[in-house]
């Protein structure tokens, strides 16, 4: 913790992961401090998982860009880092005259934006499409690249690549204070202090903060937040594309979408709210999204609700990423990437690569850079317990602990032993999927702390988080 660092990252998100990974490809000295106990454990995870074209984004503006970019860039790579991804497409429904009419001006949006693909479909073919979808729709916009995409997979694989490659990871390390000593900056968190020459500001809903601490007043997050609820698996043949709402100038509106896991999510809201922890699903909430979740596919209302979430989005007093490179101080702010920095988080960290360059920071090129693959957890390749190879090398591969999700007592082993490992319930959920199935861990909570604990060698207490 006391040798000097090229670069500390500030902040573990999808933002900063994406970032540390980038920067791993260069012969740099790498730190990423992050505030919570994992990678990817704030809005990161909490999210609707979609990965954009940037059909609707607001052209010219640096997030356009950069989404239309990020698709691309996560798309390819997701093949390659076993990142669940499942391309179906989405139709955007237009439910009344004022919503058809609009339907032009989307699609020549998408056009300035750069994706071409938009495609007007008639109700005909839209309920040919999606027969369950409730009666009324009028017309849609295809947009055959929408994809689905694993938020808890990606932020870990940008994090395990950037620390296989020999960055330096410190959890439960908030930056609260820095000096600068000309040469390096001292960055104090409560794990000690950290020496590095530049600094990335990735910190998500505290980005304005840490901003704050260097000096500047750019921008203020206020956090949206988003509610969101899931529905059991029973509900996944209900629909075959990511259905869309009309989007508003504030959001993209309430959709309802297939899960990599194969469960549907329907949301989000959006609702400003002044403090940055309010994860709280409300009662208003909840009910306003289930009515719109039924009069958009009145048969969701048969389907059990598996679980609900909530995110928060980091929104500013602007229309636009708050991007900014600071040379002289060799600091760089990442703020303002409010809705959609799952998709975009590649391209942020070509964008931040580059601006670190001209600002004068030296790049490399490493030759023995190894990229990593992770454990599938999708539905749209197949699983450890139904893969001979994996069953035949280890038969703890063919052994199911939580039945709900079809985890074996191997994958938990090996979240437990991973490069970034479990060291959480909520960890364990997020690498594996155990826990997260129709009983919510009711019926395997207890196996699979105990395994995590052997394999971990952590205590139960330890990973309940309560007294022993
Ligand atoms: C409801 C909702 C739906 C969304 N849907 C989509 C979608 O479908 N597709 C899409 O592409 N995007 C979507 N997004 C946006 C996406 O989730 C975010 O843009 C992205 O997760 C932001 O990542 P981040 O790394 O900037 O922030 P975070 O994930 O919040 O990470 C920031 C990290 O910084 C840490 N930190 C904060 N302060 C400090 C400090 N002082 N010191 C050290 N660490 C610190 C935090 O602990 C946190 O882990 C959605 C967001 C929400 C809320």
């Given at each position: 913790?006391?040798?000097?660092?090229?670069?500390?990252?500030?902040?573990?998100?999808?933002?900063?992961a994406?970032?540390?990974?980038?920067?791993?490809?260069?012969?740099?000295?790498?730190?990423?401090?992050?505030?919570?106990?994992?990678?990817?454990?704030?809005?990161?995870?909490?999210?609707?998982?979609?990965?954009?074209?940037?059909?609707?984004?607001?052209?010219?503006?640096?997030?356009?860009?950069?989404?239309?970019?990020?698709?691309?860039l996560?798309?390819r790579?997701?093949?390659?880092?076993?990142?669940?991804?499942e391309?179906?497409?989405?139709?955007?429904?237009?439910?009344?005259?004022?919503?058809r009419?609009?339907?032009?001006?989307?699609?020549?949006?998408?056009?300035?934006?750069?994706?071409?693909?938009?495609r007007?479909?008639?109700?005909?073919?839209?309920?040919?499409?999606?027969?369950?979808?409730?009666?009324?729709a009028l017309?849609?916009?295809?947009?055959?690249?929408?994809?689905?995409v694993?938020?808890?997979?990606?932020?870990?694989?940008?994090?395990?690549?950037?620390v296989?490659n020999?960055?330096?990871?410190?959890?439960?390390?908030?930056?609260?204070?820095?000096?600068?000593?000309?040469?390096?900056?001292?960055?104090?968190?409560?794990?000690?202090?950290?020496?590095?020459?530049?600094?990335?500001?990735?910190?998500?809903l505290?980005?304005?903060?840490?901003?704050?601490?260097?000096g500047?007043?750019r921008?203020?997050?206020?956090?949206?937040?988003?509610?969101?609820?899931?529905?059991?698996?029973?509900?996944?043949?209900?629909?075959?594309?990511?259905?869309?709402?009309?989007p508003?100038?504030?959001?993209?509106g309430v959709?309802?979408?297939?899960?990599v896991?194969?469960?549907?999510?329907?949301?989000?809201?959006?609702?400003?709210?002044?403090?940055?922890?309010?994860?709280?699903?409300?009662?208003?909430g909840?009910?306003?999204?289930?009515?719109?979740?039924?009069?958009?596919?009145?048969?969701?209302?048969?389907?059990?609700?598996?679980?609900?979430?909530?995110?928060?989005?980091?929104?500013?007093?602007?229309?636009?990423?708050?991007?900014?490179?600071?040379?002289?101080?060799?600091?760089?702010?990442?703020?303002?990437?409010?809705?959609?920095?799952?998709?975009?988080?590649?391209?942020?960290?070509?964008?931040?690569?580059?601006g670190?360059?001209?600002?004068?920071?030296?790049?490399?090129?490493?030759?023995?850079?190894?990229?990593?693959?992770?454990?599938?957890?999708?539905?749209?390749?197949?699983?450890?317990?139904?893969?001979?190879?994996?069953?035949?090398?280890?038969?703890?591969?063919?052994?199911?602990?939580?039945?709900?999700?079809?985890?074996?007592?191997?994958?938990?082993?090996?979240?437990?032993?991973?490069?970034?490992?479990?060291?959480?319930?909520?960890?364990?959920?997020?690498?594996?999927?155990a826990?997260?199935?129709?009983?919510?861990?009711?019926?395997?909570?207890?196996?699979?702390?105990?395994?995590?604990?052997?394999?971990?060698?952590?205590?139960?207490?330890e990973?309940?988080?309560?007294?022993?």
């Amino acid at each position: 913790m006391t040798d000097a660092f090229d670069v500390a990252i500030v902040g573990a998100g999808v933002v900063g992961a994406a970032i540390a990974r980038e920067l791993a490809r260069w012969r740099l000295r790498i730190v990423v401090l992050e505030a919570g106990g994992d990678v990817g454990a704030g809005t990161s995870k909490a999210n609707t998982a979609i990965l954009h074209t940037g059909f609707d984004a607001k052209p010219g503006t640096l997030e356009s860009a950069l989404v239309r970019r990020g698709h691309d860039l996560l798309a390819r790579h997701a093949g390659d880092a076993g990142i669940p991804v499942e391309r179906l497409g989405a139709l955007l429904v237009a439910w009344t005259e004022d919503e058809r009419a609009g339907l032009p001006g989307i699609a020549a949006r998408a056009n300035a934006n750069g994706y071409t693909a938009v495609r007007d479909v008639d109700a005909a073919e839209l309920y040919g499409r999606e027969p369950a979808l409730a009666p009324g729709a009028l017309a849609a916009l295809e947009i055959p690249d929408e994809s689905i995409v694993c938020p808890f997979t990606t932020p870990l694989a940008f994090a395990t690549e950037a620390v296989v490659n020999g960055a330096t990871l410190v959890l439960e390390a908030p930056l609260t204070a820095y000096i600068s000593t000309g040469e390096a900056h001292v960055l104090r968190t409560p794990r000690g202090d950290v020496r590095s020459r530049w600094v990335v500001n990735a910190a998500g809903l505290g980005a304005d903060d840490v901003d704050r601490m260097f000096g500047h007043a750019r921008f203020t997050v206020t956090p949206r937040r988003g509610e969101l609820v899931v529905f059991d698996k029973l509900a996944r043949p209900l629909l075959r594309h990511i259905l869309l709402a009309v989007p508003t100038a504030r959001t993209k509106g309430v959709l309802v979408s297939p899960t990599v896991f194969s469960n549907v999510l329907l949301g989000p809201t959006a609702e400003d709210v002044p403090d940055k922890s309010a994860t709280e699903s409300t009662r208003a909430g909840l009910d306003a999204l289930l009515r719109q979740g039924r009069r958009l596919l009145p048969a969701l209302a048969h389907e059990e609700v598996t679980a609900v979430y909530v995110g928060l989005r980091a929104a500013t007093e602007h229309g636009d990423y708050q991007i900014h490179f600071d040379g002289t101080q060799r600091y760089v702010c990442v703020g303002g990437i409010r809705s959609t920095g799952l998709t975009a988080s590649m391209a942020i960290a070509e964008h931040v690569r580059d601006g670190l360059r001209d600002a004068g920071l030296a790049l490399e090129p490493r030759d023995d850079f190894r990229p990593v693959r992770m454990p599938a957890i999708g539905e749209a390749t197949p699983r450890p317990y139904c893969s001979p190879e994996l069953i035949a090398a280890d038969p703890d591969y063919g052994r199911i602990v939580c039945h709900c999700e079809r985890v074996t007592r191997r994958e938990i082993v090996d979240a437990a032993r991973a490069p970034i490992p479990a060291r959480s319930l909520d960890g364990l959920r997020r690498r594996t999927r155990a826990l997260l199935g129709r009983c919510q861990g009711f019926y395997c909570t207890a196996t699979v702390t105990r395994l995590l604990a052997e394999a971990s060698g952590r205590t139960v207490a330890e990973l309940l988080g309560v007294d022993e």
